[in-house]
């Protein structure tokens, strides 16, 4: 059964960087899309960013475009996003999620896997 287990939120202040990390179970790890969502509070589960199997196309929500940066090491199972100048709006809990589909989806049912997810908080 595949596990996904993310890492490296926490508390921060605007225009801080954050860099969280994903780490997915399975040597299987290079034949997923990977994804990562966002949930704020009293708000629903929202898309953030997308990379393919190798690495080379990578897809994020216009919110954080130039912003965020999802990036993998296959080599080490490892989903990783670079967050930079974080907003207050950031603050959320965020979950990566792993997709056998053949291309990017923003949808949350294109996704086989969850992890937990990791908070981020960005105070003003």
């Known amino acids: 059964q595949v596990q996904l287990v993310e890492s490296g939120g926490g508390t921060v202040q605007a225009g801080d960087s954050l860099k969280l990390a994903c780490v997915f179970s399975?040597?299987?790890?290079?034949?997923?899309?990977m994804g990562w969502f966002r949930q704020a509070p009293g708000k629903e589960r929202e898309f953030v960013a997308g990379?393919?199997?190798?690495?080379?196309?990578?897809n994020t929500v216009d919110s954080v475009k130039g912003r965020f940066a999802p990036s993998r090491d296959n080599a080490k199972n490892t989903l990783y996003l670079q967050m930079n100048s974080l907003k207050p709006e950031d603050t959320a809990v965020y979950y990566c999620?792993?997709?056998?589909?053949?291309?990017?989806?923003?949808?949350?049912?294109?996704?086989?896997?969850w992890g937990q997810g990791t908070r981020v908080t960005v105070s003003s």
């Open positions: 399975e040597r299987t790890f290079s034949n997923y899309i």
């Open positions: 990379i393919n199997w190798s690495g080379s196309n990578t």
């Open positions: 999620a792993a997709s056998r589909g053949k291309y990017f989806s923003n949808r949350e049912n294109s996704y086989e896997y």
